[in-house]
């Protein structure tokens, strides 16, 4: 509603120009980053106040009238891959946060910018069209010291006019040059009642996800209501011959949870690194939502369609060199719906250590009924529920 930016060009590219941070001699960048920390402010009280409108992007996506940017948004079933439209949500993500922060007497900015949470992405319309053009709009909606929520909505060119196809929220986190401490972001002032909701949403979002830390399952024991589903569960595959606690038998129409995985490997060239010489958060997101696709496609046997993606938490960066483990596991099945989680971790070949990076949560529906999925033990029992959680606040959403 304030401004207009148009680029053919990809917004991860368009995100490096922006920065000023395009090396080939990436040593050299960080060397140059260093000296930016003595402009960082010492608190958020030496920020001036920004408004909404002053991170307000307007991005176009010319699939419609440039064939040749066409064909690396294409599929082999002529859609659109939805890995590369979340490249260009954590891109633009980026983007918006970096124009809260500007600062016009600095050439450069101090800060670095990086996404540490996917809160949600929830798609208004399910197709994507490969030769109609796209619109990414997206502003700040809230603050807190370091952090930044950053609202996206996407949608495309059909019939004369745009249509909305999802709305996503991002949240970043500002750290210093080096990106080895947090700093200090300008502070928000909300002009107007619809300005003033956003804002007060925002803290409610910050609300929900510390009330979904405290009551993960990985802190606490399930609820009642939980406890009576996994023991239903487990009633249900008991053999009835034998009335043992170890002999289980698959009902009909069902499938073991250990049978509906699928893993992938990445090694991490330089290629897809970002100024950090860490690899493109994008880049993983794209890779994760390909596996989880392709494993709700094998398991619902049909093409799937997201419904949403959700609570993506970014928790230690990839180095370059990694071994990028991948591990896709459907969750929880109701009806024609598949929960499915991508586990993400690096293994260091050197040190023989795995370090958990991401997990992330997509949320699919096939066009036809899918198997029940069955957990055989208390950690994929503890997985179903997690999965089951998920899926509700999607339905809730």
């Known amino acids: 509603y304030y401004a207009s930016i148009f680029f053919t060009l990809s917004l991860s590219f368009v995100l490096l120009m922006l920065v000023n941070v395009v090396h080939s001699d990436h040593q050299q960048a ?80 101090p800060l670095s910018i990086v996404t540490a949470l996917v809160d949600k992405i929830d798609m208004r319309h399910h197709v994507i069209y490969p030769d109609c053009d796209i619109k990414f709009t997206g502003h700040v909606t809230w603050v807190g010291n370091t952090s930044i929520e950053a609202k996206m909505h996407m949608s495309q060119f059909r019939e004369g006019a745009y249509a909305p196809v999802l709305d996503a929220t991002f949240v970043m986190v500002a750290r210093d040059p080096e990106n080895k401490r947090a700093a200090f972001v300008n502070p928000l002032n909300p002009q107007g009642a619809e300005e003033e909701k956003l804002l007060q949403e925002g803290e409610a979002n910050k609300s929900r996800r510390m009330g979904m830390s405290r009551a993960s399952l990985l802190k606490v024991a399930p609820t009642a209501e939980e406890r009576k589903i996994v023991h239903s569960l487990f009633l249900n595959t008991l053999d009835t011959q034998t009335v043992s606690f170890r002999s289980r038998i698959l009902p009909p129409n069902s499938v073991w949870m250990q049978d509906a995985k699928l893993k992938g490997l990445e090694i991490c060239h330089p290629q897809e690194r970002n100024i950090f010489n860490r690899i493109f958060g994008g880049f993983l997101m794209r890779k994760a939502y390909e596996l989880g696709w392709a494993n709700a496609c094998s ?97 809730e959403h």
Not at 41 to 64: C, I, R
């Open 30 to 109: 960080m060397a140059e980053r260093v000296s930016l920390s003595s402009m960082l402010a010492k608190s958020q009280n030496d920020l001036p106040a920004k408004t909404m409108k002053d991170s307000y992007l307007e991005v176009h996506l010319p699939l419609g009238s440039e064939p040749q940017l066409r064909e690396k948004y294409l599929t082999f079933h002529n859609t659109v891959r939805f890995g590369r439209i979340l490249e260009d949500l954590d891109s633009l993500a980026v983007l918006i946060s970096y124009s809260h922060t500007y600062n016009p007497e600095l050439k450069r900015s």
């Open 299 to 395: 398991f619902g046997g049909c093409r799937p369609t997201l419904l949403a993606v959700d609570d993506i938490l970014f928790q230690k960066p990839v180095e370059i060199g990694s071994l990028l483990l991948l591990s896709s596991q459907v969750c929880y099945t109701e009806g024609k719906n598949i929960q499915v989680r991508v586990h993400s971790e690096v293994f260091d070949p050197l040190t023989r250590q795995h370090n958990t990076t991401n997990v992330f949560h997509f949320t699919f529906v096939s066009d036809r009924d899918v198997p029940n999925i069955i957990p055989e033990t208390y950690g994929e029992s503890m997985l179903y529920l997690d999965g089951k959680r998920h899926f509700n606040q999607t339905v």
